[in-house]
């Protein structure tokens, strides 16, 4: 199988950093895009940042800027660098990854999410 484990969240001040991780392990030959999403209370769960097998990136208007994703192949995790914190960021966060496996073929996971609070 396939697991995706998140940590880095936490609760933070207005202006503040967090920086989220998120590890692929398991029967994975190859891991491809890998990508953040995040969802609030009452909310759709929407795309933040993405970044493709190439290295190409993504990132939704509201975190422009501020937010950067980047990825380390050799250790198949992708992270979520979080600068200019806003109470609107307010959410649980969630990766998603396309990956390889013996198994399965290609398939894409979803981490358990991790709680991320910006107090103002």
């Known amino acids: 199988q396939v697991q995706l484990v998140e940590s880095g969240g936490g609760l933070v001040q207005a202006g503040g950093s967090l920086r989220l991780s998120c590890t692929a392990s398991g029967s994975i030959s190859r891991v491809n895009h890998m990508d953040w999403y995040r969802q609030a209370p009452g909310k759709q769960r929407d795309l933040v940042a993405a970044i493709t097998g190439g290295g190409t990136t993504n990132y939704a208007d509201s975190v422009k800027g501020r937010f950067t994703i980047s990825r380390d192949n050799a250790k198949n995790t992708v992270y979520l660098q979080m600068n200019s914190l806003k109470p609107e960021d307010t959410a649980v966060y969630y990766c998603?990854?396309?990956?390889?496996?013996?198994?399965?073929?290609?398939?894409?996971?979803w981490g358990q999410g991790t709680q991320v609070t910006v107090s103002s």
């Open positions: 998603k990854v396309g990956a390889w496996s013996v198994i399965y073929g290609f398939r894409e996971y």
